[in-house]
């Protein structure tokens, strides 16, 4: 079975910086698409940031400029570097990873940012 583990996850003051890193293990097959993905409380889960094996990036509109997403295709392995932390920021950060059709999570990690 697919077995994704983050780490990087904390407090941090506002304006700080975080990095998180999700590695997958246990997959017979390439991984597609890796990304992480953010839930505040009762709010629904939204796209932080996604890569392709290849490279190509999409982001959220809340986090562009801020926050950069890379990826190790040897490792399997996901970073999210995020820069000029807000509040509003706070939330349980999910790792993805798209294998053939299918799609596995992470357990989250949390981020708080305090003002």
């Known amino acids: 079975q697919v077995q994704l583990v983050e780490s990087g996850g904390g407090l941090v003051q506002s304006g700080g910086s975080l990095r998180l890193s999700c590695a997958a293990s246990g997959s017979r097959f390439s991984i597609n698409t890796m990304g992480w993905y953010r839930q505040a409380p009762g709010m629904q889960r939204e796209l932080v940031a996604t890569i392709t094996s290849g490279g190509s990036t999409n982001y959220g509109d809340s986090v562009k400029g801020r926050f950069t997403i890379s990826r190790d295709n040897a490792k399997n392995t996901v970073y999210l570097e995020m820069n000029s932390l807000k509040p509003e920021d706070t939330a349980v950060y999910y790792c993805?990873?798209?294998?053939?059709?299918?799609?596995?999570w992470g357990q989250g990690t949390q981020v708080t940012v305090s003002s």
């Open positions: 993805n990873a798209r294998i053939l059709t299918m799609s596995k």
